[in-house]
């Protein structure tokens, strides 16, 4: 089989490559003329680090050297200083709103050689590999000056560094000194270990953590000390703990929890001038006050963890803090701890000041909505919330949602939807269950959701369903970045509505498929859970994985069937109320990596994939069910549900519609995205999409669309392409623009597409442009 390539030769090779490398360096070269006499441009610094012996981690050491420089010089793509281009680019005087917009906010000014200075940054590149164990490190600078740019160059020669090779605990005799001693087991400091200033910094913060853990409340990690000596071995450093004799006295002695005042209803404007009422003890040295029968007692009391005689330990402290704020409905939450004046004891009292958020509150939102399914247009919300229905911080909300969408993109007609919904839910913040839960972490406060909602779906030229719903379920955290949710109770009815006359003719030959896919109901469970390591804090490596399972109809099916409690219709079902219930499982998971490489760079990689399998009661899934492949948050190259089922090309008189065949039972997505970040509001992405959704089995309507082992491979769709995102803190405008690398459908031989950007029609032809709000994953 001939497979189509890219092919480069000496005649394209100017076009394709070298005339947009010319344009990029005279680009580049420009900003000469903006500069006034005598003048120089920084372009940066070149770091050289000479060693006679091999250093580790040196490209941690680099990093840190360069974190150390300042000023940067203006960012480039190649030769081409694209802030730079953009502040020169409106001239001195900016004419116009427009104009002076791009050169304040999306330009920057040239970094100018006279702002940097050489000397004072040898000196912190040294002071930096000090920190890090080299303490005789040795640092040249050396300046490029030319006549309208400069650089500096740095020469760092660095011999191996210090190693710790003793950690000598405290010889005081004290009841701290021995407290602290005692959790040298658990030390992060190690015989052998690099020398790291953090690291004692890190080892400072894990003790004064310890100690107030076993009540030193007003312990803090400056009063611990480090004495280092380099002269006891060769590149060893001996280090010993030592405590000030600055240290108050109050530091040394541990303190008890006395009495706990919770003051429900904490005015921050009068703060400490407020006068008390409605005094409650809720339990031995535990008051309420400003109560007035706002919340019922047991649920503040349930979100306090600290205890009168008790030791402090900050577990207890940040336990009610969190459950405090967890419950929903507090604004502010302020916990002062107070001494008390006993010579014989020390106490501690505690005043926790509670703000209320406003109890009931309607809103309205108008909104622009915009779909993985491509489709964009305005909505409108208006919310009820009630914060503390039961006076048990239950959240009762009720939400009328409407929106107008048209299905944004070439080709597609005047194809558009209406979607209007009510939803009322409450939420519970704690299990309700016949039966106790255990092992879960209390840290965070578990939810117990009720929902009941209806919603009308208004496709033109296509069909109209309404959904009901129901829901009882669970969420709960086990860490900051788990996250599990259990819907034990899920019962969702669809009824199909007005249908075009083209649709007519499908549903009436196709009485099955119309009664899969839309005219049944769902009753059943799910089950979810998430891991997010990106809400510990950014980091170098961050972690999201979803994964999804829901299953529906076991049960009633063996009800009617194993129990011999139900008779088949007609149509060789089970019905209940004369409408027939799904049964299926379905699964899927959804894992995405990102990898920090520094200077405002990410790169992102992401595979999604899932099966669900009809059985029993049912042949096909029901349509919110089934997957569906392409779009603004899928494969970029192809519009939302144009893909698929495996190589099914549908006929032209489906293409361009809402194409119901166009969905499967098994999907497989990979994406790989580069991101950059231009200016703060500005950034650029580089993107590969792949993948496509199968049936299980070959459905007539759809041929190709079956899943074969030894053809998937040759069905992925491929698409690449570049976008613009606007960071507007308050949301993300995204821009991609794609075009396909590997159309499945495509009978021509070989793999890959033609490509041909400098051909009109081709661009006419596959370029797609995304318009969505935040970033696809």
């Not at 001939?2 to 030769?9: E, G, L, V, W």
């Not at 040759?714 to 698409?719: D, H, K, P, S, V």
């Amino acid at each position: 089989m001939t497979k189509k390539y890219f092919k480069i030769t000496s005649t394209n090779i100017w076009k394709y490559f070298l005339i947009p490398a010319m344009v990029l360096m005279s680009v580049g070269c420009s900003y000469q003329r903006y500069l006034e006499e005598g003048q120089q441009l920084y372009t940066g610094s070149d770091i050289t680090i000479e060693s006679e012996e091999k250093i580790s981690q040196k490209s941690e050491v680099e990093s840190e050297i360069n974190n150390v420089l300042r000023p940067k010089p203006n960012e480039r793509i190649l030769y081409w200083r694209y802030r730079l281009w953009l502040y020169n680019v409106p001239g001195k005087e900016p004419g116009n709103a427009l104009s002076k917009w791009v050169k304040g906010t999306l330009g920057r000014p040239p970094v100018l050689w006279e702002n940097f200075d050489g000397e004072r940054s040898a000196k912190l590149i040294k002071n930096r590999l000090f920190n890090m164990g080299f303490f005789d490190a040795q640092v040249e600078y050396t300046p490029v000056v030319k006549p309208q740019k400069a650089s500096a160059e740095f020469l760092v020669r660095l011999s191996p560094a210090y190693t710790i090779s003793e950690i000598l605990p405290l010889e005081d005799t004290t009841l701290l000194a021995e407290e602290i001693n005692s959790s040298l087991d658990k030390s992060l400091l190690q015989p052998d270990q690099t020398y790291r200033l953090n690291r004692l910094k890190e080892e400072r913060n894990r003790i004064t953590k310890y100690l107030r853990d076993k009540g030193y409340f007003f312990f803090n990690p400056d009063f611990i000390l480090f004495k280092a000596d380099t002269t006891a071995a060769e590149r060893q450093v001996k280090l010993a703990f030592s405590l000030p004799s600055s240290i108050p006295d109050n530091a040394h002695h541990k303190f008890q929890i006395r009495n706990i005042y919770i003051n429900v209803n904490h005015d921050l404007s009068t703060d400490n001038e407020q006068t008390y009422s409605d005094s409650t003890a809720l339990e031995d040295g535990v008051f309420l006050y400003n109560n007035n029968d706002i919340f019922k007692h047991i649920t503040i009391q349930r979100a306090v963890f600290l205890e009168k005689d008790n030791f402090y330990n900050t577990k207890d402290h940040d336990l009610t803090i969190n459950h405090l704020m967890g419950l929903g409905v507090f604004k502010f939450v302020n916990l002062r701890f107070n001494p008390v004046e006993d010579k014989e004891n020390n106490f501690l009292d505690v005043n926790i000041l509670l703000t209320q958020m406003q109890k009931k509150s309607l809103s309205a939102e108008i909104s622009g909505v915009s779909k993985s399914s491509n489709f964009a247009g305005p909505g409108l919300s208006i919310s009820f919330t009630n914060r503390n229905f039961l006076r048990g911080a239950e959240n009762f909300s009720i939400n009328l949602d409407g929106s107008y969408e048209w299905l944004m993109g070439k080709g597609q007609g005047n194809i558009s939807s209406l979607e209007t919904g009510i939803t009322s839910e409450l939420l519970v913040p704690r299990f309700v269950a016949p039966f106790g839960i255990n092992n879960i972490s209390p840290m965070f406060i578990p939810q117990t959701r009720f929902l009941i909602g209806f919603s009308h779906l208004s496709r033109t030229n296509a069909f109209s369903v309404s959904t009901y719903r129901s829901q009882i379920g669970y969420e709960w955290r086990q860490s900051v970045t788990s996250r599990y949710q259990f819907n034990p109770f899920v019962f969702n009815f669809f009824s199909l509505g007005n249908i075009s006359e083209d649709y007519e003719q499908f549903f009436t030959q196709e009485i099955l498929f119309r009664r899969g896919l839309f005219e049944q109901f769902l009753l059943g469970g799910e089950f979810s859970f998430t891991w997010n390591t990106q809400l510990r804090g950014p980091g170098k490596h961050s972690w999201y994985v979803n994964y999804n399972l829901d299953s529906s109809g076991n049960l009633t099916y063996l009800l009617l069937d194993g129990l011999n409690m139900g008779e088949l219709s007609e149509e060789g079902d089970y019905e209940i109320f004369n409408q027939s219930f799904s049964q299926f499982t379905r699964t899927s998971f959804d894992t995405r990596y990102y990898l920090d490489l520094g200077h405002d760079q990410k790169l992102v990689t992401r595979i999604a994939a899932g099966v669900g399998i009809p059985y029993g009661n049912s042949s096909i899934l029901p349509y919110v069910k089934l997957f569906t492949t392409g779009g603004s948050n899928s494969i970029r190259a192809f519009q939302p549900r144009s893909l698929g089922p495996g190589a099914y090309n549908p006929p032209d008189s489906l293409r361009n519609t809402f194409n119901i065949y166009q969905t499967g039972e098994i999907k497989l997505e990979l994406n790989l995205e580069y991101r950059i970040a231009f200016t703060s509001l500005i950034h650029g992405a580089l993107f590969v999409d792949a993948g496509n959704v199968w049936n299980i089995e070959e459905r007539e309507n759809a041929p190709g669309g079956k899943f074969e082992k030894d053809e998937f491979l040759n069905q992925i769709a491929l698409g690449t392409g570049l976008g613009l995102r606007f960071d507007f803190t308050f949301f993300i405008l995204r821009l991609d623009l794609a075009f396909p690398l590997a159309v499945p459908y495509d009978d021509s031989p070989g793999y890959f597409q033609p490509f041909e950007p400098f051909n009109s029609s081709w661009l006419g032809d596959n370029l797609l442009l995304n318009l969505a709000i935040g970033y696809p994953f």
